[in-house]
Every structure is written in structure tokens, then in C-alpha cells.
Nanobody, 119 residues
Framework: QVQLVESGGGLVQPGGSLTLSCAASRTTFAIRTMGWYRQAPGKQRELVAT???????NYADSVKGRFTISRDNAKNTVYLQMNSLQPDDPAVYYC?????????????WGQGTQVTVSS
């Protein structure tokens, strides 16, 4: 079982910045894609950004140019640098990792961290 521990959420003013972190516990299996998703009240969970082991990124159109995903493979940690936060960005942000296990691919979710944008 892999545990994901998220941190970095909070309250920020419009135009401000936050950095989210998600650390995965040690695992025997190779972590493939690491990513961030978010869910606002009354809405479905949506992709924010993903990053493969080869460095390929994928961003939601709404965050392109403002958010940056990165990872530290030695620490099994993924980060999300969020700049120019807007009123549409508040949500619970969840990290996600994809592993290749002996029984096939499996993904895990963090517990979520709240991001609030308000003046």
C-alpha cells in the first residue's frame, strides 16, 4: 500500500501563489505518471497537470502558463507551483500517482488539500 501525503494548500489572494507538495511512501514498484487533479464544490474532479517519468507534461488549458508541475524522483515527491491564482482555481487539490505493480497498473490518490482564493 502506498501512502500519499499532501501539503501546501491554504488561503491566498487573487493573483497570489501557492506550492503544493505530495510525497509518496517508499514503494517497491516504479512510479510512472504523477499528477494533480482538483474538485470544486458541485463539480467533477478534473485534471490539472500530469508529469511522466520521461518529463512529458500535460496541463489543463485553464492553468497553462500559470501552473508548473515538477517531481523529485529521489524523494517520490511531486510539486505543483501555482501562480496568478484566480477565482476559478479554488478547489480541493488531489495528487495522484500511477504505479506498475506485479498485477498491472494501479493508481493512488492523496487525501486532498484545500486551495482558497479570496481577497
Amino acid at each position: 500500500q502506498v501512502q500519499l501525503v499532501e501539503s501546501g494548500g491554504g488561503l491566498v489572494q487573487p493573483g497570489g501563489s501557492l506550492t503544493l507538495s505530495c510525497a509518496a511512501s517508499r514503494t517497491t514498484f516504479a512510479i510512472r505518471t504523477m499528477g494533480w487533479y482538483r474538485q470544486a464544490p458541485g463539480k467533477q474532479r478534473e485534471l490539472v497537470a500530469t508529469l511522466t517519468t520521461r518529463g512529458t507534461t500535460n496541463y489543463a488549458d485553464s492553468v497553462k502558463g500559470r501552473f508548473t508541475i515538477s517531481r523529485d524522483n529521489a524523494k517520490n515527491t511531486v510539486y505543483l507551483q501555482m501562480n496568478s491564482l484566480q477565482p476559478d482555481d479554488p478547489a480541493v487539490y488531489y495528487c495522484n500517482i500511477d504505479l506498475m505493480t506485479w498485477s498491472g497498473p494501479r493508481d493512488y490518490w492523496g487525501q486532498g488539500t484545500q486551495v482558497t482564493v479570496s481577497s
